[in-house]
């Protein structure tokens, strides 16, 4: 059994955050464990209310993980505040840690601040040196580059900035373009693009959180990263394919067997 941890937030109505990525770990057949990082009160239509986890807490829980047991993959997801990220950079960093995917989670499809504004020169500091891959959206990729995305001309020259900041890989996702939902992989060297149809639906709560977590199982198992990105594209499109209405907003995506 590969073990696999997401350092992530709780969302209330299971569609994102936490609950996504343990139910994303149970449908690849990895054991998944969790290190809180921030409560969220929401349902589909929106986040509500959010109450951060002490820094003294999470760093527990990262110790308490990494001193008794084997983790083959972790996958970072909201992060919240300055304190947060520069604790698990440090509790980290005295661990062998491998298969790190940095989702750098930042607003919620519904509006919300997951990442508070003034904290993302921290997270571009501490967090994406030690990624393996790193994850943003469009929008995600134009914060922390300052490059207007439109195309994959943009998405190319983003990633080739975001290279510079430390992570191994950078994955680029495409599914706010206008007309194509082309990902975008750059190792360094080389461009990898991983085309996928639109599928129409409201119901994309918790898309990348389902996508990082993904990519951390299928790196666990042992995939390349090549193999770990194409398996967790179509992972995601077949569960959004397959997602469904649970309230009045926002649907989930079927964490399927
Ligand atoms: N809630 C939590 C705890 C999250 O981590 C995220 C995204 O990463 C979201 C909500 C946002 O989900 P979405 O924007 O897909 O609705």
Excluded: W
Excluded at 30 to 37: C, F, Q, R
Excluded at 142 to 150: A, N, Q, S, Y
Excluded at 194 to 205: G, L, M, W
């Amino acid at each position: 059994m590969k073990n696999v941890l997401t350092i992530a937030g709780s969302d209330s109505c299971g569609g994102a955050g936490i609950q996504a990525d343990l139910k994303t770990f149970s449908a690849h057949g990895v054991y998944g464990m969790s290190v809180i990082t921030a409560v969220t009160a929401q349902n589909t239509q929106g986040v509500f209310a959010v109450e951060d986890i002490s820094a003294e807490l999470i760093k527990k829980q990262i110790e308490a993980i990494y001193d008794d047991i084997k983790v083959d993959a972790v996958k970072i997801g909201m992060v919240s505040k300055i304190e947060t990220i520069t604790t698990i950079s440090e509790t980290l960093q005295r661990y062998y840690v491998k298969n790190i995917v940095v989702d750098p989670v930042m607003i919620s499809k519904s509006g919300y601040h997951l990442l508070q504004p003034e904290a993302k020169t921290a997270l571009i500091n501490n967090l994406l040196p030690l990624a393996t891959v790193v994850t943003p959206n469009l929008m995600e990729a134009e914060v922390i580059t300052g490059v207007e995305i439109k195309n994959i001309e943009n998405m190319k020259k983003a990633a080739l900035l975001i290279h510079k900041m430390g992570p191994q890989y950078i994955l680029i996702k495409g599914g706010h373009l206008e007309d194509e939902a082309t990902d975008l992989l750059y190792d360094g060297d080389d461009f990898y693009y991983y085309p996928s149809p639109r599928i129409q639906t409201k119901n994309t709560h918790g898309t990348g959180c389902t996508l990082s977590s993904a990519i951390a199982s299928n790196l666990a198992r042992g995939l390349s990263i090549n193999l770990a990105i194409e398996k967790a594209k179509e992972y995601i499109t077949i569960a959004i394919q397959n997602s469904f209405s649970i309230g009045k907003g926002v649907g989930p995506t079927h964490h399927f067997h």
